[in-house]
């Protein structure tokens, strides 16, 4: 071996060190800025930024959610949007029939996202590929037209709650900056949580997968389970993001789990990085902000947006975060 070749193989080894360091940095910066923006908001009198910032932390843990399995298991899922619908939709239900506490809503909502992901991923996960993505695709259809045939419900018009989920009977989710907090609260424990599993064993099985399928069944590895469990663990998290979104508009739409929703989420994702969690709430937040800015321009602004994201994807290669210095750049 040259020395050349050495000192290659030796950066190689050390630089997923100086990634994660420089990773966790762009997460702390985001997090920083997130809890100081209510206190900026309030000396600006502007409160819109605080509704907007919200929307963007629960999209943020949605997009985290779909990073889990799409940028370190390579699932492409279409119909990743129906457990954002799913969890909306347990929380408004049980509120229209009198169900508001924290106590009741959540347990139910990650059993429904959690019944769901399990049963479709197992169908699913049996596919690889284009049809693994149109089979998603299906299952998040479904769910979407259930939504629009629960006329009792609403139906294509939505559902509207009368307030916010309380906690041990209190409605201390009604004041606006202490839900604030309680949205970063999630977003904060779902990128540790995420962070977690892909820094265990668990994780580098599902890493492995994406690498190499046959290597891992060479060494007595299913990685079948492994990714059900992953994709099911991504489903509850999106759920949860549901569950808040629900909150935060006080309204639930069959629109919440469109395909289109799925496909912005996938955007989310490949725009902050693949293989960066970090770059998913940078992603998410990216978005939104272009999404708002472009909007007030013009209604087509998906074509100014298209061609910011193929410059991104061709001169960015590894997302925003890349960028930035903290990504992946080999996806």
């Known amino acids: 071996m040259t020395a050349s070749s050495s000192a290659e193989a030796a950066t190689a080894a050390l630089s997923p060190a100086p990634r994660r360091s420089r990773e966790t940095l762009i997460a702390a910066i985001a997090f920083l800025l997130f809890a100081a923006l209510p206190p900026v908001a309030s000396a600006m009198n502007d409160t819109f930024l605080v509704f907007f910032a919200i929307r963007v932390m629960v999209f943020a843990i949605a997009a985290v959610s779909l990073s889990l399995i799409l940028g370190f298991g390579a699932l492409v899922s279409f119909g990743h949007a129906a457990y954002l619908g799913l969890g909306a939709y347990s929380v408004a239900i049980l509120a229209e029939h009198g169900y508001w506490d924290v106590t009741i809503s959540l347990p139910v909502t990650l059993l429904v996202c959690g019944l769901?992901?399990?049963?479709?991923?197992?169908?699913?996960?049996?596919?690889?590929?284009?049809?693994?993505?149109?089979?998603?695709?299906?299952?998040?259809?479904?769910?979407?037209?259930?939504?629009?045939?629960?006329?009792?419900?609403?139906?294509?018009?939505?559902?509207?709650?009368?307030?916010?989920?309380?906690?041990?009977?209190?409605?201390?989710?009604?004041?606006?900056?202490?839900?604030?907090?309680?949205?970063?609260?999630?977003?904060?424990?779902?990128?540790?949580?995420?962070?977690?599993?892909?820094?265990?064993?668990?994780?580098?099985?599902?890493?492995?997968?994406?690498?190499?399928?046959?290597?891992?069944?060479?060494?007595?590895?299913?990685?079948?389970?492994?990714?059900?469990?992953?994709?099911?663990?991504?489903?509850?998290?999106?759920?949860?993001?549901?569950?808040?979104?629900?909150?935060?508009?006080?309204?639930?739409?069959?629109?919440?789990?469109?395909?289109?929703?799925?496909?912005?989420?996938?955007?989310?994702?490949?725009?902050?990085?693949?293989?960066?969690?970090?770059?998913?709430?940078?992603?998410?937040?990216?978005?939104?902000?272009?999404?708002?800015?472009?909007?007030?321009?013009?209604?087509?602004w998906r074509l100014i947006f298209g061609p910011l994201l193929v410059l991104v994807v061709l001169f960015g290669k590894g997302g925003l975060t890349a960028m930035l210095g903290g990504g992946r750049k080999n996806g």
Do not use: C
């Not at 663990?233 to 919440?256: Q, R």
């Open 116 to 300: 769901f992901a399990a049963v479709t991923g197992a169908i699913s996960l049996k596919t690889r590929g284009v049809y693994f993505i149109m089979i998603t695709l299906a299952f998040g259809q479904m769910a979407y037209y259930t939504a629009t045939s629960l006329s009792a419900y609403g139906g294509d018009d939505g559902l509207t709650m009368w307030g916010r989920t309380e906690i041990f009977g209190s409605s201390v989710l009604g004041d606006r900056t202490t839900f604030y907090y309680v949205v970063l609260g999630v977003l904060l424990l779902s990128y540790v949580v995420a962070r977690m599993i892909v820094a265990s064993r668990f994780g580098r099985v599902l890493q492995g997968a994406k690498q190499s399928e046959m290597r891992l069944r060479a060494i007595g590895i299913d990685p079948y389970w492994y990714r059900l469990v992953a994709y099911v663990i991504a489903g509850m998290m999106a759920g949860l993001a549901g569950a808040l979104l629900a909150n935060a508009a006080e309204f639930v739409s069959p629109a919440y789990m469109s395909w289109h929703r799925s496909g912005e989420l996938i955007v989310m994702v490949v725009l902050g990085g693949l293989g960066s969690l970090a770059g998913s709430i940078v992603g998410a937040a990216t978005f939104l902000v272009l999404e708002e800015v472009l909007a007030h321009f013009t209604e087509h």
